[in-house]
């Protein structure tokens, strides 16, 4: 049998005398560990003497210094990782850790959110108006290194040099172009312009949008500017008529000096062709002329007498034998002998009957030819 085996299976060191341990005298051990790992103890007489916990507050200072230097970084933004101000590293979206402050810090970036700012400026156009534009640009950090450290405030660099955009846009065009069909025009060459400097600037922005929401005048110059607007369209209007009148009344000129340019040149032939007809019968006659003087002035004569007495239409005869004047009305016996053929021609009368009248005229006229021959 064991030395500590009293037959019945109980130590004789077991202070509880082989009963279950009770609650309190649990609670008391536990306690006394405690105290024994915090610097707490015990004096004989029951009290308890305090040492201030040192190294359990230091243990819990630096277990929060080193949590606090957790941090979650979402899908669209980007950590930017800064060791005593110094850039060290782009941390990507998940739970990161760095070293907590004051040895480094994060700044954190929203890289796809696309933020936008509102801006109103009073500007002067190529043709001297005054306007007043108000002006959205959209825009997004694309690159967080550049947007935090390439510049002091990027946001209000964005913000000048929207403004410089826009003035050196409105400045190069003319109010009308600017309030009518100018406006999407505008707005992309702002983008452009705007981009290009931020770019060399090396902001890290991305301009998505620019928009003019609103070109207007000034209060104080809207109805000089209103009166302008209306004379500079009474202006173009009247242009528009003088062009169209131009129009119509020019190429009614130019056909009318055409069509002169012709009559002349037609009357230059024709005047050339009589002269060169006449020349040839001048030469016809001067070859009869020849052959026989004396007949060939008879005829000359007689066709002379008939031109000049086919145009008239009085004749006065001087008689010789009485020494009186001759009074012969052919006009009235024209009229007479036309008024006849019609009343001949309307009463049903056969035309041998104006043939008649026609031969009997006829003979009138050549003894009138023989009297003035003679």
Known sequence: MAWDDQGN??????????????????????????NRLFGVKTSGSGKRRKKPPVLLIGLMILFIWVLSGLYQIDDSERGIELRFGQYTQTTMPGLKWHVPWPIESVEVVNVNVVNRFKQQTTMLTSDENIVVVDLVVQYRRADAVDYLFNVRDADESLSEVSEGAIREVVGKSVLDFILTEGRTETALLTQELIQETLDSYGTGITVTKVNLQDVNFPLQVEDAVQDAIRAREDKERIAFEAEAYANDVVPKARGEAAKMILEAEAYREMVIADAEGEAARFDKLLVEYKKAPKVTRERLYIEAIETVYGNSNKVLLDSEASGNLMYLPLDKLIEHGKKEENKTDSGGQPLSQSSQNQTSRSTDLARLRERVRQ
Not at 9 to 34: A, T, Y
């Open 9 to 34: 299976g109980k130590s004789p060191w077991d202070p509880n005398k082989g009963q279950p341990p009770d609650l309190d005298q649990i609670v008391e051990e536990w306690q006394k560990r405690f």
